[in-house]
Structure formats: structure tokens, C-alpha cells
């Protein structure tokens, strides 16, 4: 079955500082999943990429998908407190399946 | 209002109990999905429903049950909880196309002494 890694698992930055969080799949990926969680709350979700080489932006948030690799990378460009939080990537394992596998998230502080 | 709505907010309860948690959704969404959360595990899928007629075990569904009520409703039950049940559950829902992201509730926090 597939699995998905994600390194970080926790990461404390300042405020203002770049960071980046990678996910790494044991299996081809047919779509990579970024979402977010708020200690204790729901998973909003971030982008969505589907091919190799696709980027994505969300305000200060851009994914990569290197499929090449089974890896995918989010970075965040001048941190800020309200990034902080658990990022998790999904994949769906076979493709089209509808069902998520995730990683274990990274936690990441950000300290003004 | 949320899109997708889980209740309870937060369970207390006693090894043994039966328990419900509900799940209901107003994005017209036909997949429906509950996962469980521990700390430092990520996120397991218990049980999947792609229609009201169709219901699917998940990785982890060994002690839990699923009802889809309507095409708007899927509720997840443990018919006699246990400690290790002790969890943040999930409800999720998705479009039915190809490479759909999963929308979730904000969770239900369940605690089985």
C-alpha cells in the first residue's frame, strides 16, 4: 500500500523567515493534496496538483509537484503567525479512488 | 453556516457505550467519508460512501459502523467503545469526478474512559 512521508514533522521559523515542507510518496502519484489544520479544528484545503512539474500559488503558499521524484514540496515565502499550524499532505493511492491517504503532518510554528 | 456539519462538537462517554456521531452536508456532494486523527498518525479513512447504496470499509473499520441516511447524511457509530477509540474523527465529502479534494467538518472530539 502506498505511504506518504512527510519533513519536516515540526519546524519553528521567525516571523518573516522562509520555510518549506516536503512529502514524499512510496508510489506514483496520481494527485497530491495540500490542507491545512488549526490545532483541534477541520482540514481546509490548500491546492490541489494533478501533473508533474505543476506549481500552484495560494497567497504566499506555493506547492511543486516533481512526479519524477513521487515528491511534492510546499513553501511558504515570508511566514507569518497565521501560517502556523499542521499541514498534511493526501494522495488518492490508485488514482480516481476517492480515497485519501495522508501523511502525519508537519506542525509549524511561527514566532513574532 | 458550515458545509459540512459534525455533531457532536465534543463526546465524553464510558468504555462500553453505543455512540453516534453525525455528519450532514449542504454541498449537493454524492462521496462522503469519516477518518479518524491521532497525534503524529495523520488521518485514517474508516468507512466511504460514493452513493446512498453504497457503503465501503476503510483502512480501520474493525469496532465501527456507518449508516448514509441520504444523500446528505452519513453517521458513524461505535456499537460498544473502547479507550483506544479515543480519537478526533473526521467527516468529509467530495464531487464525484476525477481528482476531487475532500471538503471536512471541523471534527468531533470523543473520549472513551
Known amino acids: 500500500s502506498q505511504e506518504l512521508e512527510q519533513s519536516p514533522q515540526s519546524l519553528i521559523v521567525q516571523e518573516g523567515k522562509n520555510l518549506t515542507i516536503n512529502c514524499t510518496s512510496s508510489k506514483t502519484l496520481y494527485g497530491l493534496y495540500w490542507y491545512k489544520q488549526k490545532y483541534g479544528e477541520g482540514l481546509i484545503f490548500l491546492m490541489m496538483?494533478?501533473?508533474?512539474?505543476e506549481e500552484k500559488s495560494h497567497e504566499k503558499i506555493t506547492a511543486k509537484l516533481d512526479e519524477k521524484k513521487q515528491q511534492s514540496s510546499l513553501h511558504i515565502t515570508a511566514s507569518q503567525p497565521s501560517h502556523a499550524g499542521i499541514y498534511l499532505c493526501g494522495a488518492d493511492g490508485s488514482g480516481n479512488t476517492g480515497k485519501l491517504i495522508f501523511g502525519q503532518g508537519t506542525t509549524l510554528q511561527v514566532k513574532p | 453556516d458550515a458545509d459540512v456539519t459534525q455533531t457532536p462538537r465534543n463526546r465524553i462517554t464510558k468504555t462500553g457505550k453505543r455512540i453516534m456521531l453525525e455528519c450532514s452536508q449542504t454541498k449537493g456532494h454524492d462521496r462522503m467519508y469519516w477518518y479518524r486523527q491521532d497525534p503524529g498518525l495523520g488521518l485514517q479513512l474508516i468507512y466511504y460512501?460514493?452513493?446512498?447504496?453504497?457503503?465501503n470499509k476503510g483502512e480501520i473499520s474493525d469496532g465501527y459502523s456507518v449508516s448514509r441516511q441520504a444523500q446528505a447524511k452519513f453517521s458513524l457509530s461505535l456499537e460498544s467503545a473502547i479507550p483506544n477509540q479515543t480519537a478526533l474523527y473526521f467527516c468529509?465529502?467530495?464531487?464525484?469526478?476525477?481528482?476531487?479534494?475532500?471538503?471536512f467538518g471541523d471534527g468531533t472530539r470523543l473520549s472513551i474512559l
Open positions: 460512501s460514493f452513493d446512498v447504496k453504497d457503503i
Open positions: 468529509a465529502t467530495s464531487g464525484s469526478g476525477s481528482n476531487q479534494p475532500q471538503h
Open positions: 496538483l494533478q501533473k508533474g512539474g
